[in-house]
Antibody, heavy 115, light 107 residues
């Protein structure tokens, strides 16, 4: 069974940084691109980043470019999202998901940016 | 960027109804379109990929159609567990984009 488990969310002050992790199991992690999607309270889904299976290619939403770094450790079956310069509008549930049209999603981790 | 416009944004329906949700892309995306169901406080659940292919384990009352710029998701015989918000997503090109969602409510 495919499982994705995010961690690392929490309360952070404006301007702060956070690293989210997503532990994957139940599939050959190194064979799949992975994405991060976020959902602000009461809002829709927003794609924010993709990393290729090898980690050699990365893509970011323009609105967040420069503040995000996506990475992966295929030896640890783990996906990461480093976020910096956090703003109140970054408050959201952050989901990791397998592949570009994901069948498998994590349960989400809540990031709250507030002083 | 490819914009996805879903309609209607809200849909009121009764148990047993057949409902159709539309997703229109601002430019052609061939069949690189997926549909998701999301219930409050839960992660999205994949229903359809490739515009019309049913994900494993998803009941056949869900069906998708379309190509190019116009797509539909049809739910036949609505059941109480189907009342949720539905999103389309294109994965033809970056940035990946989602539609604004359609909330299906009980009439």
């Amino acid at each position: 069974e495919v499982q994705l488990l995010e961690s690392g969310g929490g309360l952070v002050q404006p301007g702060g940084s956070l690293r989210l992790s997503c532990a994957a199991s139940g599939f050959t992690f190194s064979n799949y691109a992975m994405i991060w999607v976020r959902q602000a309270p009461g809002q829709g889904l927003e794609w924010i980043s993709t990393i290729s299976a090898s980690g050699g290619s990365t893509y970011y939403a323009d609105s967040l470019k420069g503040r995000l770094t996506i990475s992966r450790d295929n030896s640890k079956n783990t996906l990461y999202l480093q976020m910096s310069g956090l703003r109140a509008e970054d408050t959201a549930v952050y989901y990791c998901a397998k592949d570009l049209s994901p069948q498998a999603w994590g349960q989400g981790t809540l990031v709250t940016v507030s002083s | 960027d490819i914009q996805l416009t879903q309609s209607p944004p809200f849909l009121s329906a009764s148990v047993g109804d057949r409902v159709t949700i539309t997703c229109r892309a601002s430019q052609a995306i061939t069949s690189f379109l997926a549909w998701y169901q999301q219930k409050p406080g839960k992660a999205p659940k994949s229903l359809i990929y490739g515009a019309s292919s049913l994900q494993s384990g998803v009941p056949s009352k869900f069906s998708g159609s379309g190509s190019g710029t116009d797509f539909t998701l049809t739910i036949s015989g609505l059941q109480p567990e189907d009342f949720a918000t539905y999103y389309c997503q294109q994965y033809n090109s970056y940035p990946l984009t989602f539609g604004g969602g359609t909330k299906v409510e009980i009439k």
